[in-house]
């Protein structure tokens, strides 16, 4: 009950406002009598609405008297959905599409609020006699305007906008199908309208929903509806639906077109399409004195920051230095010397060192020694050496392992690594990885390679008919397909996808087929005990380590 309180305390102000104050103020008044007819579950459902909304500001949209109204009404009928399905009332059975449904047959409006207001219609039938024979009054009121309209030759200068001459008896059916057309033509102004309560419009959308509301406006006055609470009174000469009447009343009322006509009177349009929020208010006649101000403000901010692109230009020794915009954020300095800068910084902060790259006669060899878990970037084309795991001595700091790996083409060049689950296995062969620059370490000697080749993890593409296991052996083929003798590869839990001694055979025949035919260098991490004694084929090639925590 506070959220409308303080609503009603935050709008009482000066006089000028004391008329749409008194409005906002009776909506609260019937929020509040609305909240206190709620039964005790609505209740508590409605205050976690508004602390969650609150989060975002959006609380305001529970504001209005309009919004509370209980879910079945005894005015509409409340259609099942297996109603709606079975009697086809916007979809058909036989392909669930809309065509040939009792909502695409009826649809012929010409706005895309209309459309929306007509499936309201129809999936909610009226269940009250005064309200459908008001609907069925103005239906054929309109009706029969259409019937007439062909001998009607009343009907010229209807199509200028801006003409101030008032027609007394102008047809109606002509009338309302042009101003129909003419919002079918315009942005959605329901929606329009929306964005606006919630300010989150932009300033076109902002002007583009007021010209329509103005050019429906100044077209139906043309009617002559006068204003009045007594509809059976006003008009009688060129409307007689009591419902035909009240809804061309709202949208020609003076307070309707006054109101759009003094809001667009106030914003520049040209402005407002360029997307130029400082000159978008129109200030004239002493109007917004606070609008001047700020702009004055923002005019002397934007000169002190222009004064100093001439001192850039001599700092960063560029004579063409501009300022640029990304993304509404102006005054920004574009520099050429940014990722390498980004690389130094990084080097400093963390104590990376530079490696030594061997002559390219000299055999394939990674030689790390401490080496740490850097960061997952991808540094080939800059320096032939991806990285592939995220830094986690930040995380662990003093309880990090640092671990060296040595490869060789003439020696070992092959490594088995076992362990349990969480023994730190990844923590030896990332880096190894992706140290093959930018890790830190005491020292590196590395190899050009022309490739890093990975199968690690457990994946699947159920959707696409490709289990784990296809996974996993698409990606080793792939990887003996592709690798060099100048190439790393990396292979983890090869086979787990299928049974054991399937698994086994297949991660033993991949590790054969690598070190005797492809001679690569290779980190393999299995759990296959019969992995290691591959080592007897190649004696000198093939070492095993163990991994595990302590």
Known sequence: MSLYENMIEDNRGDNEKQTTEAKEQGSYHLAIEGVIKMPDL????????????????????????????????????????????????????????????????????????GSRLLRHWVTHPLRDRNMISARLD???????????????????????????VAIVQPHLYHLLSTVLTALGRSPDIERGITRIFHRTATASEFIAVFQAILAAGKRLKRLCIREGHNYDEVGSKTVKSVLLKRLILAASSSNAVGNAAKLLSTLNKE????????????????????????????????????????????????????????????????????CLFSFATLLKNKNYVRPIFVDGSEPPQINICSGRHPACIFMQNLFNIPCLEFVLETILQDNFVRNDTNLHADKEYCQIITGPNMGGKKLLHSPSCSYCLDGSALSAKLHVLDGIHTRMGASDSIQQGR??????????????????????????????????????????????????????MVLFVTHYPKIAEIKTEFPGSVGGHTMFHI
């Open 42 to 113: 609505a209740v508590e459902a409605l205050a976690l609405t508004i602390r969650h909304l609150k989060q975002f500001g959006f609380d305001r949209m529970l504001c209005l008297g309009a919004s509370f109204r209980p879910f079945s009404s005894n005015m509409e009928m409340n259609l099942s959905a297996n109603t709606l399905q079975q009697l086809e009332v916007l979809r058909n059975n036989s392909d669930g599409s809309e065509s040939g449904s009792l909502l695409h047959i009826m649809n012929l409006t010409l706005t895309i609020y």
């Open 138 to 164: 103005a239906v054929s009121e309109i009706a029969e305007c259409m019937g007439s309209y062909k001998d009607s030759q009343h009907v010229s200068g209807l199509d200028e906008d801006d003409s101030e």
């Open 271 to 338: 402005a407002a399409e360029q997307g130029d929020l400082t000159n978008l208010i129109i200030i004239s006649d002493d109007q917004f004195p606070e609008v001047a101000r700020a702009r004055e403000a923002v005019q002397f901010a934007k000169k002190n920051l222009d004064s100093l692109i001439g001192m850039y230009r001599k700092q960063l020794q560029r004579r063409n230095l501009e300022f640029m915009s990304v993304s509404g954020t102006t005054h920004l300095i574009e520099l050429p010397l940014d």
């Open 467 to 520: 289990s784990t296991f296809l996974e996993e052996l698409s990606e080793a083929s792939h990887i003996l397909h592709k690798c060099t003798a100048q190439s790393l590869v990396i292979i983890d839990e090869l086979g787990r996808g299928t049974g054991t001694h399937d698994g086994g055979a297949i991660a033993y025949a991949t590790l054969y087929h690598l070190l005797d035919q492809k001679r690569c």
